[in-house]
T-cell receptor, first 113, second 111 residues
Framework: AQSVTQPDIHITVSEGASLELRCNYS??????LFWYVQSPGQGLQLLLK??????LVQGIKGFEAEFKRSQSSFNLRKPSVHWSDAAEYFC???????????FGTGTRLQVTL | DVKVTQSSRYLVKRTGEKVFLECVQD?????MFWYRQDPGLGLRLIYF???????EKGDIPEGYSVSREKKERFSLILESASTNQTSMYLC??????????FGPGTRLTVL
């Protein structure tokens, strides 16, 4: 069965520091991969997605992610974190013909000033 | 701009009540989804619908049913609410096979 693993439940970084959130997936075919962000009490907002082509994907709010097939990873990065980036981040992979999403359990990002 | 709305942001119900959660999308998307979100468990799919009157069970359908009479509207029904259904409920819509767009969520408390 397809699965998504986000090994870090909680990460704390200082404002201005770089950020990398890890995501590993288990899926037999070429995956469609997504990163979503959820601010407290809100729904999920798409940060970026990978379907095919260039393995380095740019998203909104200065985020990027790199698809590495050999490592089954799709890690999210940002060179300089802002206090407003504090939120929960979810990695997801599309599974099945109905385009259902399988989500990781999320990583909560705390930003210290 | 893409818009998915949910009928309530917060809802408090009593055990045994019938609960309706409504979701409306304005993008003419075929697919619509209902998830529940619990701390440490991420999002889990309850039901999804790929067309009017068509539905499929997700990973945790027990205790829930759904209705899709019009393309833009997808309802989640708790026939007899229980305390273990206290959760955040998120609706999403999708134009196959692209991004899912999420509503703001409904935080349901069952007393």
């Amino acid at each position: 069965a397809q699965s998504v693993t986000q090994p870090d439940i909680h990460i704390t970084v200082s404002e201005g520091a770089s950020l990398e959130l890890r995501c590993n997936y288990s899926y037999g075919a070429t995956p469609y991969l997504f990163w979503y962000v959820q601010s407290p009490g809100q729904g999920l907002q798409l940060l970026l997605k990978y379907f095919s082509g260039d393995t380095l994907v740019q998203g909104i709010k200065g985020f990027e992610a790199e698809f590495k097939r050999s490592q089954s990873s799709f890690n999210l990065r940002k060179p300089s974190v802002h206090w407003s980036d504090a939120a929960e981040y979810f990695c997801a992979v599309v599974t099945g013909t109905a385009s259902k999403l399988t989500f990781g359990t999320g990583t909560r990002l705390q930003v210290t000033l | 701009d893409v818009k998915v709305t949910q009928s309530s942001r917060y809802l408090v119900k009593r055990t045994g009540e019938k609960v309706f959660l409504e979701c409306v999308q304005d993008m003419d998307h075929e697919n619509m989804f209902w998830y529940r979100q619990d701390p440490g468990l991420g999002l889990r799919l309850i039901y999804f619908s790929y067309d009017v009157k068509m539905k499929e069970k997700g990973d945790i359908p027990e205790g829930y049913s759904v209705s899709r009479e019009k393309k833009e509207r997808f309802s989640l029904i708790l026939e007899s609410a229980s305390t273990n259904q206290t959760s955040m409920y998120l609706c999403a819509s999708q134009f196959i096979p692209d991004t899912q767009y999420f509503g703001p969520g409904t935080r349901l408390t069952v007393l």
